[in-house]
């Protein structure tokens, strides 16, 4: 049942992330909306006040190339208009500038609100539409005059200023057409009244360029507006996360205090489960066999046996649970000493061929001689390996096979091997059986359950022991574990003493010291 159970939450909780970020869609789409609905731009209104806010950056950041180009024009217009009408229309043309960029400064030195930003972008218009006419003012003297090259100055006079305010207003679509339609609309009147083809032609190119300049601006606009998106967004993800990494911190904060309260938890009910049920199996045990006189009603022998048996079951479920707790908490400690691999083995097999042979099943060992002792723990490499072949006999059916081996590793360690020949673990499954009290769909069909803790327990153990832990399985074919101590725990031989003759006093510089070395 465990797995079902564990793929049911599974299905639960991708349901609920789901749910959740529907709910996120949704509710961006309505903020999305909303925004759009109160801007007076047709954009969020934080993108209102950044659109404002390039416009005045960009004036501001280009005042003084916009002072010697209003100069350099009033400068070659007096060729054709007269000192003092090349200076009258400077004048007018840095005034306005002046005072367009001292808006500027004002906006965004003010704080933001929907009545700022729409009293500014009106006023940001209205000052391009004054500088607008200023350049229709010379661009149709110079064109009243008619004198030589003054409408091809004209001409250029009038794409220069499309081109710059094109650029310098393109976050306000409205200042740019307040900039430079007047000046275009002007050239292309004046030049279809002339009526030549050549002056048709110009009036034409003078509207394209219009177009394609607009067009341009409309460009930057939507890139701006883009890049003004990606910002927001990525603040968005970037609080998001912030929230994510808080709730993860909490829950990790809780997890720990959690694990902390279980195995303070199981620390002090140890002694309370453990002397109860010493008494339990102690009595059972000798009713079972009837060391104080026979029982009257032969049943209760066999009801003796049951208790002793469940008994035991308890008490190695209880220290199954208890060893777990404390190597998930990190208080498992190891009494390490040189221990011999080979023996433990042999040993287990001894323990279990009882076991294994009333369920009608073969041990084979092939064990490699002469291994060195490894620098571990007695009782977690013995617990390993019972844990392994426990596993073993459990889910082999009868007339199977369990095969251990112990030998070298190819970087110089130690390996424990034990494969069955039983059913096999699917592999979506194999997650599931490595999880605490985790069991796989196999295992619930067998006569013999366990609480799912003896391939978790085994992991943590050779985890400790800095090993790995390899599980390979096929269906109908059966499972393979391999838990493999690494070569830094492997004992080196000694080399043997020899008869170096009388003792000899030390000599200074010649002391030497053997000790025992580690592969």
């Not at 034990?418 to 592999?427: A, C, N, Q, S």
Request: overall charge neutral; glycine content about 8%; aromatic content about 6%.
């Amino acid at each position: 049942m465990k797995s079902y159970s564990a793929r049911g939450d599974e299905t639960a909780a991708d349901a609920a992330r789901i749910a959740h970020e529907r709910r996120l869609k949704l509710s961006r789409s309505v903020r999305d909306a909303r925004d759009v609905l109160t801007s007076t731009s047709g954009v969020k209104p934080a993108f209102d006040y950044e659109l404002l806010r390039l416009y005045a950056e960009h004036r501001i950041g280009a005042s003084f190339a916009l002072f010697m180009l209003i100069s350099l024009v009033g400068i070659a217009s007096s060729l054709w208009t007269g000192g003092i009408g090349a200076v009258l229309w400077t004048m007018i043309a840095l005034a306005i500038h002046s005072m367009n960029v001292a808006a500027c400064r004002r906006f965004l030195a003010t704080p933001a609100s929907p009545a700022v930003m729409r009293r500014y972008r009106v006023l940001f218009t209205l000052f391009d539409l004054i500088f607008g006419v200023s350049w229709v003012l010379i661009v149709n003297v110079l064109v009243g005059l008619g004198a030589q090259g003054s409408g091809d100055f004209s001409l250029f006079a009038m794409l220069l200023v499309v081109a710059v305010f094109s650029m310098l207003a393109a976050s306000i679509p409205s200042a740019v057409y307040a900039a430079t339609v007047p000046v275009a609309g002007v050239v292309t009147l004046h030049y279809l009244l002339r009526g030549t083809p050549q002056d048709v032609v110009l009036a034409i190119l003078t509207i394209g360029a219009e177009a394609y300049f607009v067009m341009v601006a409309g460009r930057l606009h939507i890139a701006a507006v883009s890049a003004l998106e990606a910002r927001a967004q990525l603040d968005t993800l970037i609080g998001e996360l912030e929230q994510s990494k808080a709730k993860s911190d909490e829950a990790a904060r809780r997890a720990e205090a959690a694990n902390l309260a279980k195995s303070r938890f199981l620390a002090q009910m140890s002694h309370e489960l453990r002397t109860p049920l010493n008494a339990i199996l102690g009595f059972s045990e000798v009713m079972k066999n009837e060391v104080l006189g026979g029982h009257a009603v032969p049943a209760y022998k066999e009801y003796a046996g049951d208790i002793h048996s469940s008994g035991e079951h308890l008490l190695n479920l209880i220290n199954e649970i208890l060893d777990l707790s404390r190597i998930e908490a990190g208080r498992y400690e190891l009494n390490e000493e040189p221990v011999s691999i080979l023996g433990i083995a042999d040993d287990c097999n001894h323990l279990m061929k009882m076991r294994a042979t009333n369920r009608g099943i073969t041990l084979h060992t092939v064990l490699e001689s002469n291994l060195p002792k490894v620098w571990a723990d007695e009782r977690a490499v013995r617990q390993i390996v019972l844990n392994l072949l426990s596993n073993a006999i459990k889910f082999t059916p009868q007339g199977g096979e369990v095969f251990t081996k112990v030998g070298w590793t190819a970087s110089g360690g130690q390996y424990v091997s034990v494969r069955d020949t039983g059913p096999g673990i699917p592999e979506e499954e194999i997650p599931i059986v490595m999880a605490s009290f985790g069991q796989g769909s196999n295992s619930i069909k067998t006569a013999e359950q366990g609480a799912g803790l003896g391939l978790p327990i085994v992991k943590g153990l050779i985890d400790l022991h800095g090993g790995t832990f390899t599980l390979r399985s096929k269906l109908r074919e059966g499972t393979e574990v391999i838990v493999t101590f690494p070569a830094e725990r492997v004992m080196a031989a000694l080399a043997p003493v020899t008869d170096a003759g009388p003792l000899q006093p030390k000599q200074p510089g010649n002391a030497r010291q053997t000790s025992p070395a580690r592969v």
